[in-house]
């Protein structure tokens, strides 16, 4: 699927997709942390739907979306990757603190509720629709993904 992705100045980024079956739908994000989901017919846009920060991590999460992890640009160094992972509400480790999660990889910050956690203490303690930003090896940005989808 073909993702087109428009920078919308003062307001996000839109996203829009069509499907296999040639329907067009795609996401509005704003700045503040609010989406739109927005349906397109064939004179254009039909319907918007406004939906909270939690309510799009809900509906991102019912579409499967906790094996997603998106490639920070320009980070790629060393064989190092940066990566974003959702915490799913499935994860064992809602409502445990961050030094439980045994990880090779670095946990640099915690995005949560629209704010950013920066080098997050071990003691932070971890719930289901935070993100974590991550920084390690292939391998290691994989087994970070198992744990906290099992």
């Not at 303690?125 to 974590?132: I, K, P, V």
């Amino acid at each position: 699927m073909l993702l087109d992705r428009t920078d919308l100045p003062r307001t996000g980024t839109s996203f829009t997709f069509t499907t296999s079956a040639g329907q067009r739908a795609g996401v509005v994000a704003h700045r503040d942390g609010r989406r739109d989901l927005v349906l397109h017919g064939p004179d254009g846009v039909e319907r918007t739907i406004a939906l909270t920060d939690i309510e799009s991590r809900t509906v991102a999460e019912l579409l499967g979306a906790s094996a997603v992890a998106d490639r920070v640009p320009h980070l790629e160094l060393a064989h190092l990757e940066a990566v974003h992972i959702p915490v799913p509400a499935s994860s064992p480790y809602g409502g445990r603190r961050l030094a439980d999660l045994r990880t090779k990889a670095s946990v640099v910050a915690i995005l949560r509720d629209g704010r950013t956690i920066d080098a997050p203490s071990g003691d932070v303690r971890l719930r289901h629709g935070d993100a974590l930003v991550a920084v390690g090896a292939e391998a290691a940005i994989r087994e970070l993904r198992r744990s906290l989808d099992h």
